[in-house]
């Protein structure tokens, strides 16, 4: 008996999500098509067409699995130490990590989200990076209540403003043109102090 009959349908459909993703990935919203998502999930389009119906209800289901806007607890967070420089560069090498792992989805997906609906377009931004956003929001209020930095800037602004520095850092790092002088975690570490610094509270003159 065949691989493919031993599969069960949630099996199929696993293979399916993940085949699109990758699919996606590689070729863009517009350029991935039915036949190559079911020859790279080894089925056949009509077992695509089973489990999804459209190729639209398919791309819903690939954003609900690798970027739903609830996702379950993420167990991978690093533990938090007390210390805010190395707790704030340990959620930033996770968030790191995150941005590079799904670095080929996101860009097909935010480069091509408007031709599919703005319905997406919350969880592709928002929903694979809440758990360690919420946690970097709630260690920088923590932080700022604390007294260890300025209560003028929120913990989501300051969340937004890092995440970005780092996503900028994932983008350049993975355009073969581009070159620097120095590593990913110099730049981590420049970015957080760079952002804590500017952050802190003013100092009161003697």
Do not use: C, W
């Amino acid at each position: 008996m065949s691989a493919k009959r031993l599969s069960s349908p949630t099996d199929t459909r696993q293979r399916l999500l993940a085949a699109a993703a990758r699919v996606y990935g590689r070729a863009g919203l517009k350029g991935a098509t039915t036949r190559a998502i079911a020859e790279e999930a080894g089925v056949n389009e009509v077992t695509l067409f089973r489990h999804f119906q459209t190729k639209e209800r398919l791309l819903a289901a690939v954003v609900g699995e690798n970027f739903s806007a609830t996702p379950a607890i993420d167990a991978t967070l690093p533990t938090l130490t007390g210390a805010l420089r190395s707790d704030v560069l340990a959620l930033a090498r996770h968030y790191e990590t995150l941005f590079t792992e799904n670095l080929p989805l996101i860009r097909a997906m935010l480069g091509e989200i408007h031709h599919h609906g703005r319905q997406h377009e919350k969880h592709v931004v928002s929903g694979v990076f809440r758990p360690v956003k919420e946690a970097l929001i709630a260690r920088l209020d923590a932080a700022r209540t604390s007294g260890e930095l300025h209560s003028e800037f929120s913990g989501e602004l300051l969340s937004d403003l890092f995440s970005g520095m780092i996503f900028t850092e994932v983008l350049r790092r993975t355009t073969k043109s581009v070159k620097s002088s120095y590593s990913a975690s110099a730049y981590l570490e420049a970015a957080t102090d760079l952002m804590l610094r500017g952050a802190a509270p003013e100092r009161r003159k003697s």
